[in-house]
């Protein structure tokens, strides 16, 4: 059965503090990988998609990276706007459409 | 550019009424989903449109769900009659292709007393 597991559940940084968000995936096969933000209320909101081993992409203080059995999230010298909920969905190869979220880590980036 | 838009955005109701949720999705795009999140389960599909034919179903739980998709610029999830256990918050989301990111909506938070 694909899962996908993300680790910590929360995690608290001081401003300036870097970090990384994990994402682990049992799946027979990878179409994708995707990074989500989620703030309280609102949906959530496109980050990166990543296709293979290997692959890296930034934007601004975060970088995504991919292995065969994970992905992380690195987040450098954080500001507390970065604070929010950040999913991490896999598409199968076997599913053609439907992503299989994580629960998610909640990040809470202080002054 | 406008982005996946939803309404209501809240909505209290009682048991037993009927709900209608509606999405308008990103122009252009021809790959619609609506998801439900739950504290409990996370996020989960519910059903996924493809140039306006459904697709695949098998996440709406029960026949008291049901969704439609007229045209490329609406949708529409449809619970009747609406019990507790459905409160959550739905979201639709859409993309231009099974394999592009999919862009959300902000939501509808659902709410049966």
């Known amino acids: 059965e694909d899962q996908v597991t993300q680790s910590p559940e929360a995690l608290r940084l001081q401003e300036g503090e870097s970090s990384s968000l994990n994402c682990s995936y049992t799946?027979?096969?990878?179409?994708?990988l995707f990074w989500y933000r989620q703030d309280p209320g609102k949906g959530p909101e496109f980050l990166f998609t990543?296709?293979?081993a290997g692959e890296e992409k930034e934007k601004e203080r975060l970088k995504a990276t991919l292995t065969k059995k994970e992905s992380f999230l690195h987040i450098t010298a954080p500001k507390p706007e970065d604070s929010a909920t950040y999913l991490c969905?896999?598409?199968?190869?076997?599913?053609?459409?439907?992503?299989?979220f994580g629960k998610g880590t909640s990040l809470l980036v202080t002054p | 550019d406008a982005g996946v838009i939803q309404s209501p955005r809240h909505e209290v109701t009682e048991m037993g009424q009927e709900v209608t949720l509606r999405c308008k999705p990103i122009?252009?795009?021809?790959?619609l989903f609506w998801y439900r999140q739950t504290m409990m389960r996370g996020l989960e599909l519910l059903i996924y449109?493809?140039?306006?034919?459904?697709?695949?179903d098998s996440g709406m739980p029960e026949d008291r769900f049901s969704a439609k998709m007229p045209n490329a610029s609406f949708s529409t999830l449809k619970i009747q009659p609406s019990e507790p256990r459905d409160s959550a918050v739905y979201f639709c989301?859409?993309?231009?292709?099974?394999?592009?990111?999919?862009?959300f909506g902000d939501g509808t938070r659902l709410s049966i007393l």
């Open positions: 989301a859409s993309s231009l292709g099974v394999n592009q990111p999919q862009h």
């Open positions: 799946v027979s096969g990878l179409r994708g």
């Open positions: 990543l296709y293979s």
């Open positions: 969905a896999v598409l199968p190869t076997n599913s053609g459409y439907a992503l299989n």
């Open positions: 122009s252009g795009h021809n790959s």
């Open positions: 449109f493809n140039n306006n034919v459904p697709i695949d």
